[in-house]
């Protein structure tokens, strides 16, 4: 059976202090996400291409237009959607851009958490339970992108794999 996915973008902004990220706390009724921190994006639309849907969502999501971003890697999530789904995902980190970022958005708030934390430094943030298998590549400092494959069974990851 063919693989047909449902393609999204997924952002993670720097502050210009280097030191943070741009990380929405999801909140609203009904949302798969909600009461987890989440980097930024969405849906790939028909009619664009993976760094159209960035700027695109960071449009909406954040109110700014992203001026320089880069491929960290690709990850395929089975299974990952509220009924099962396929997901394959295009992570970016977005080095820079122009606009005031609001203090939040349909989804919640909009936060700057520090990179340290996302890592595992202090409180851990509430997020989904792979994010912390493959964050720590997104902020590694290795220029080559990684592609990645984390199956969802019942709303949990069942096992991560990586190449770069």
């Known amino acids: 059976m063919p693989y047909t996915p449902i393609i999204g973008v997924l952002g993670y902004v720097l502050h210009p202090d280097g030191q943070r990220v741009l990380m929405v ?30 700027h695109r969502e960071l449009m909406e999501e954040a109110g700014i237009a992203v001026t320089a971003q880069r491929l960290r890697g690709t990850i395929s ?6 009924g099962g789904e396929d997901w394959f995902g295009f992570v970016f ?15 919640g708030p909009l936060d700057w958490v520090p990179i340290a934390r996302l890592l595992g430094e202090g409180e851990p943030l509430p997020m989904w339970p792979g994010d912390r298998h493959f964050l720590p590549l997104v902020f590694d400092g290795d220029p ?12 949990r990851p069942a096992g991560w794999s990586y190449r770069r």
């Open 93 to 107: 980190v977005v080095d820079a851009f122009t606009g005031a970022v609001p203090s939040r958005n349909d989804d």
């Open 25 to 54: 706390f999801r909140s609203r009724d009904g949302d798969l996400h909600r009461g987890k921190y989440n980097g930024l994006g969405g849906k790939l639309e028909d009619d664009e291409d993976v760094v159209g849907c960035l």
């Open 77 to 82: 999530w089975p299974g990952f959607g509220a």
């Open 144 to 155: 080559r992108p990684f592609h990645g494959v984390m199956p969802y069974v019942d709303g």
